[in-house]
């Protein structure tokens, strides 16, 4: 069930449903059929569902002095964690999906110090695959991974997984809500 119950929450989800929930015959990236698609840049590239989507991403982050940075895996989670971190007041670093062929192959851009703690925050939780392979990095560079927080949980084990790699999952909103709404 959702965390967002207020009129104007219940109107987001409404918002969110109508402009990026597609039903039809699709396969996910994990490689299984589905009978609906949520597009992320359908709800992400419109200021009137981006904004207050990243107000009640904002309100559903840890406590502010459990960590230091946002971690976004690209290329979904960008604009998720850029007004984010602009509403939280904390920076934000990309981790990406392979290396560049040039200067330093990094894997994550922007500034980080060993160290520090971050949320990673994902766009739409399948399976978590994306998620956790951002974890993987971020730990990997020396940052400790505080937390997941989601848009939404499409409840096809996500959650698990997440649990069984040792992390704690928050999502604002479930494939319930939005078949629901």
């Known amino acids: 069930m959702s965390i967002m119950t207020s009129p104007a929450s219940v109107e987001l ?4 449903k109508e402009v990026a929930f597609l039903e039809g015959e699709f396969i996910t990236r994990a490689g299984k059929p589905t009978s609906y698609y949520i ?18 991403l904002s309100q559903l ?9 946002i971690a976004a895996p690209e290329l979904g989670a960008v604009a998720l964690a850029a007004m984010v971190s602009v509403k939280v007041n904390k920076p934000f670093i990309i981790v990406k999906k392979q290396s560049k062929d ?28 994306a998620a956790l392979r951002a974890c993987d990095i971020v730990e990997e560079v020396g940052l400790t ?12 084990g996500a959650e698990a997984n997440i649990e069984k790699a040792g992390y ?3 999502a604002l909103l479930t494939t319930t809500d939005l078949k629901n709404a």
Request: proline fraction near 5%; charged fraction near 30%.
């Open 102 to 129: 040039y200067g330093t192959q990094k894997l994550i851009e922007g500034h980080f110090e060993k160290g520090e703690r971050v949320v990673v925050l994902e766009d739409i939780l399948t399976t978590a695959g």
């Open 61 to 69: 982050m840890p406590d502010p002095g459990t960590y230091d940075r």
């Open 13 to 16: 989800i409404k918002k969110v």
């Open 39 to 56: 597009d992320k840049y359908l709800m992400e590239t419109r200021p009137e569902v981006l904004g207050p989507l990243t107000d009640e």
């Open 145 to 156: 991974v505080t937390g997941i927080v989601g848009v939404v949980n499409r409840e096809e």
């Open 168 to 170: 704690s999952m928050k």
